[in-house]
């Protein structure tokens, strides 16, 4: 049988079969490739996220028609579009809010094709970490600047994408995006991670010593590193480092709480490494917390159990027999405050650190919703937005020059030896030492409106207002009062997806 086939004919066939597929794979007249397509999204160079300013796209499609294109401009917060067109004039109210554009592609034939979204927002500080004698700062693009003392990292080029920070008070240690970890400062106090940095991926949270750090990973294992006596070595422990969910840290160990509700400890059995002493009762475990030396864990049915250093809240047998219904506790160098659920509060610990407080001041100790401490005081949000403070008068625990200015409190930090109360309104009121009228840190009262949170590190604060900007006081050395925040100043437009 003759298979040959003319000239004539196959240039037919090649007509009528090749180049029509050519046409299809090179952008002809087929029909896959008339489909519109954006193929890219941003600002165009220059935008600003601005009051009275245009955010303007620059947007690429193939096969589309640029006059039909669908533009949907949205705000973090608001349900319908606040614009249809390329561009997007902002008013003052939503300069700090999250600003996404989706454009849909659509040709001529008025044929929709896919989308893309992208979501910008002003480039500002989003959160404050104090530690030591420093503070540094997550931007909202996810970068960092640093002020204050010995080591704050900012040059550090590692220091991009970062999710969350936590400090000994020496060192600093990062989480990226990524799970990731970066770490700076002192390095035989954690500052160096060499020697775990091929194990620290895949890290969720971050716990502190004085002088270590403890990596909790997704799959609930354990990285520690930094001084080995402060709880930096979890090596006798790690086998029973798993599915841990929480880490508590005192000056110098670790207590892991782990899903079943029992609990693991490493370190300097004099800081509370070694609970072997409690150890039959440390089960149906719900929350840990720590002294500088001990440690108290609040079991589900509301009782404690504590351990470590007897004389800074290791030993609770003085008010065992009031330690039920326990909601949470807090502590300062050296004794420890439990919240009851009928919002009485039982201390125990030295009384020098606030662990025995007196008749009169339990009396108002009613409705407690939360409490603060610094190093040797403690201070109590009631339900009316009061606040009632004991221990140490030279550290905060008399607040009896601001009692009056103490109404509608909605959140307290805490330095060394001082507090810092936001009011429902934005305002601020200071006491502690070092806080008194006519002190040089008392001037930044005035610029302390609209404030939406504070951060500390020993010995001064940052507070982040409303508008974005920065307000610190407290040493120079330790970051506070100062002169230039510029550096601390919103700027420049953040990438959010």
């Known amino acids: 049988m003759d298979c040959s086939i003319s000239n004539s004919a196959f240039k037919k066939l090649l007509a009528y079969c090749f180049i029509p597929l050519l046409l299809i794979a090179c952008g002809g007249s087929g029909q896959s490739s008339d489909s519109p397509e954006m193929t890219s999204l941003d600002l165009m160079a220059g935008s600003e996220i601005k009051a009275g300013e245009n955010l303007i796209v620059s947007a690429d499609c193939r096969y589309c028609d ?21 561009y997007y004039r902002i008013p003052a109210e939503h300069v700090l809010k999250e ?38 700062a997550i931007k909202t693009d996810g970068t960092v600047v640093g002020w204050g003392g010995y080591g704050y990292g900012v040059n550090n080029s590692q220091l991009t994408n970062i999710q969350s920070i936590v400090s000994t008070g020496f060192a600093f240690a990062a989480i990226k995006t990524d799970g990731s970890v ?14 775990v940095f091929n194990r620290l991926n895949g890290v969720q949270t971050i716990s502190t010593a004085v002088g270590a750090f403890a990596a909790i990973k997704a799959d609930g294992s354990v990285v520690t590193w930094g001084r080995y006596s402060s709880g930096g070595n979890s090596s006798l422990v790690s086998d029973q480092l798993t599915d841990v969910r929480f880490i508590s840290g005192s000056d110098s160990a670790f207590a892991a709480l782990r899903g079943d509700g029992s609990v693991v400890t490493w370190g300097d059995p004099e800081y ?6 409690v150890a039959d009762q440390l089960f149906d475990v719900r929350s840990i917390s720590a002294t500088a030396h001990a440690f108290a864990a609040i079991k589900s049915d509301g009782s404690v159990v504590t351990w470590g250093g007897s004389s800074e809240g290791g030993d609770s047998r003085r008010v065992a027999d009031q330690l039920s219904d326990v909601q949470s506790i807090s502590a300062t160098y050296g004794a420890f405050a439990a919240i009851k659920t009928d919002g009485s509060v039982v201390t125990w610990g030295q009384t020098y650190y606030g662990g025995n407080h007196s008749s009169a001041i339990n009396d108002k100790l009613t409705s407690v919703q939360s409490i603060l401490s610094t190093h040797a005081a403690f201070a109590a949000i009631k339900a009316d937005g009061s606040v009632v403070t004991w221990g140490r008068s030279f550290d905060g625990g008399n607040s009896s020059a601001v009692e009056d200015k103490l109404t509608n409190v909605k959140s307290i930090s805490a330095a060394y030896s001082a507090f810092a109360a936001i009011k ?12 008194s009228e006519g002190d040089d840190n008392y001037s930044v009262v005035d610029q302390l409106m609209d404030v939406e949170s504070i951060s500390a590190n020993w010995r001064a604060f940052a507070a982040k207002k409303a508008d974005g900007s920065v307000v610190t006081w407290g040493p120079y050395t330790s970051g506070g009062l100062l002169s230039d925040t510029s550096k601390l100043a919103p700027g420049g437009i953040a990438i959010l997806k």
């Not at 640029?66 to 614009?83: H, L, N, P």
């Not at 454009?103 to 970490?129: F, H, P």
């Not at 970066?182 to 020697?195: K, Q, Y």
């Open 182 to 195: 970066v770490t700076w400062g002192a390095p035989e106090l954690g500052g160096d991670s060499s020697a």
């Open 99 to 136: 600003i996404s554009i989706t454009a849909t592609a659509v040709n001529a034939g008025g044929v929709e094709g896919n989308s893309i979204t992208r979501t910008y927002a002003l480039n500002r500080i989003k959160e404050i970490i104090g530690g030591g004698d420093s503070f540094v």
């Open 272 to 277: 509370g490494g070694d609970s072997s002493g």
């Open 424 to 435: 429902e309104d934005g305002s601020v009121v200071l006491w502690g030492y070092t806080f």
């Open 66 to 86: 640029s006059t039909k294109i669908r533009y949907e401009w949205k705000v973090k917060g608001i349900e319908q579009a606040v614009s249809n067109e390329e």
